[in-house]
Protein backbone atom coordinates (compact mmCIF):
# COMPACT_ATOMS: atom_id res chain seq x y z
CA UNK A 1 0.00 0.00 0.00
CA UNK A 2 1.08 4.04 -0.52
CA UNK A 3 -0.63 6.82 0.84
CA UNK A 4 -0.35 9.67 -1.10
CA UNK A 5 -1.12 13.59 -0.08
CA UNK A 6 -0.87 16.50 -2.28
CA UNK A 7 -0.47 19.99 -1.18
CA UNK A 8 0.33 23.62 -2.54
CA UNK A 9 -2.89 24.25 -4.06
CA UNK A 10 -4.82 27.46 -3.51
CA UNK A 11 -5.79 30.82 -5.50
CA UNK A 12 -3.72 32.36 -7.88
CA UNK A 13 -3.79 34.83 -11.26
CA UNK A 14 -3.72 34.11 -14.51
CA UNK A 15 -0.05 33.91 -15.23
CA UNK A 16 0.97 33.12 -11.71
CA UNK A 17 2.59 30.14 -10.55
CA UNK A 18 2.09 26.92 -8.19
CA UNK A 19 3.78 24.21 -7.24
CA UNK A 20 2.10 21.05 -6.08
CA UNK A 21 3.63 18.38 -3.72
CA UNK A 22 2.91 14.86 -3.20
CA UNK A 23 4.28 12.94 -0.01
CA UNK A 24 4.07 9.06 -0.27
CA UNK A 25 4.33 6.72 2.57
CA UNK A 26 3.97 3.12 2.81
CA UNK A 27 5.63 1.07 0.73
CA UNK A 28 9.24 2.11 -0.99
CA UNK A 29 8.34 5.20 -3.18
CA UNK A 30 11.10 4.16 -5.33
CA UNK A 31 9.11 0.98 -6.75
CA UNK A 32 6.61 3.68 -8.24
CA UNK A 33 6.24 5.50 -11.23
CA UNK A 34 4.13 8.82 -10.30
CA UNK A 35 1.40 10.90 -12.23
CA UNK A 36 -0.50 13.69 -11.62
CA UNK A 37 -4.16 14.45 -12.78
CA UNK A 38 -6.55 17.08 -12.64
CA UNK A 39 -10.54 17.32 -13.15
CA UNK A 40 -12.39 20.15 -13.33
CA UNK A 41 -16.44 20.34 -12.40
CA UNK A 42 -18.33 18.41 -14.82
CA UNK A 43 -15.39 17.11 -16.93
CA UNK A 44 -13.51 13.61 -16.61
CA UNK A 45 -9.86 13.05 -14.90
CA UNK A 46 -7.72 14.10 -17.56
CA UNK A 47 -3.48 13.19 -17.61
CA UNK A 48 -1.00 16.03 -17.05
CA UNK A 49 2.12 14.64 -16.36
CA UNK A 50 3.76 11.67 -15.30
CA UNK A 51 7.49 10.42 -14.45
CA UNK A 52 8.98 7.43 -14.03
CA UNK A 53 10.46 5.85 -10.45
CA UNK A 54 14.30 6.96 -11.90
CA UNK A 55 13.23 10.09 -13.69
CA UNK A 56 14.44 8.97 -16.87
CA UNK A 57 11.10 9.60 -18.72
CA UNK A 58 8.91 12.38 -18.29
CA UNK A 59 6.01 12.95 -20.22
CA UNK A 60 3.15 16.05 -20.56
CA UNK A 61 -0.37 16.45 -21.70
CA UNK A 62 -0.06 18.92 -24.73
CA UNK A 63 -1.99 21.32 -22.72
CA UNK A 64 0.62 22.05 -19.98
CA UNK A 65 3.49 21.21 -21.98
CA UNK A 66 6.35 24.31 -21.64
CA UNK A 67 4.15 25.54 -18.15
CA UNK A 68 4.31 22.22 -16.15
CA UNK A 69 7.45 20.60 -14.63
CA UNK A 70 7.14 17.48 -13.03
CA UNK A 71 10.01 16.11 -10.39
CA UNK A 72 10.78 13.80 -8.21
CA UNK A 73 12.70 13.74 -4.79
CA UNK A 74 13.11 9.81 -3.95
CA UNK A 75 15.22 10.60 -0.46
CA UNK A 76 11.90 12.58 0.46
CA UNK A 77 9.19 10.76 -0.95
CA UNK A 78 8.03 13.54 -2.82
CA UNK A 79 6.92 14.10 -6.13
CA UNK A 80 6.53 18.01 -7.63
CA UNK A 81 4.43 19.39 -10.30
CA UNK A 82 5.55 23.72 -10.59
CA UNK A 83 3.05 25.39 -12.79
CA UNK A 84 3.95 28.20 -14.32
CA UNK A 85 1.76 30.83 -16.77
CA UNK A 86 -1.37 29.43 -14.82
CA UNK A 87 -4.13 30.04 -17.25
CA UNK A 88 -8.00 29.96 -16.03
CA UNK A 89 -8.81 26.98 -17.69
CA UNK A 90 -6.02 25.20 -15.29
CA UNK A 91 -8.30 25.52 -12.69
CA UNK A 92 -9.46 22.07 -11.34
CA UNK A 93 -8.71 19.47 -8.21
CA UNK A 94 -5.17 17.76 -9.11
CA UNK A 95 -4.23 14.42 -7.71
CA UNK A 96 -1.19 12.57 -7.51
CA UNK A 97 -1.02 8.74 -8.23
CA UNK A 98 1.12 5.81 -8.33
CA UNK A 99 1.63 2.87 -10.39
CA UNK A 100 4.23 0.21 -10.73
CA UNK A 101 7.73 1.32 -11.92
CA UNK A 102 8.66 0.41 -15.60
CA UNK A 103 12.18 0.89 -16.92
CA UNK A 104 10.85 2.78 -19.85
CA UNK A 105 7.60 4.84 -19.83
CA UNK A 106 4.48 3.85 -21.51
CA UNK A 107 3.41 6.70 -23.10
CA UNK A 108 -0.11 5.57 -23.58
CA UNK A 109 -0.22 3.48 -20.32
CA UNK A 110 1.07 6.39 -17.95
CA UNK A 111 -1.88 8.77 -19.86
CA UNK A 112 -4.64 6.47 -18.62
CA UNK A 113 -6.20 7.11 -14.94
CA UNK A 114 -7.60 3.39 -14.68
CA UNK A 115 -4.04 2.14 -14.86
CA UNK A 116 -2.56 3.49 -11.69
CA UNK A 117 -3.26 1.69 -8.32
CA UNK A 118 -3.23 4.51 -5.86
CA UNK A 119 -4.17 7.93 -5.43
CA UNK A 120 -4.15 10.93 -3.17
CA UNK A 121 -7.51 13.12 -2.04
CA UNK A 122 -6.35 15.59 -4.42
CA UNK A 123 -6.01 19.78 -3.77
CA UNK A 124 -8.16 22.15 -5.35
CA UNK A 125 -6.11 24.22 -7.56
CA UNK A 126 -8.22 27.67 -9.06
CA UNK A 127 -6.94 30.41 -11.71
CA UNK A 128 -8.84 33.63 -11.75
CA UNK A 129 -8.56 36.15 -14.92
Known amino acids: QVQLVESGGGLVQAGGSLRLSCAAS????????QGWFRQSAGKEREFVAA????????IYAESVKGRFTISRDNAKNTVFLQMNSLKPEDTAVYYC??????????????????????WGQGTQVTVSS
Open 97 to 118: AARGRSSVIDNDRSRRARNYDY
Open 26 to 33: GRSFSNYD
Open 51 to 58: ITWSSRDI
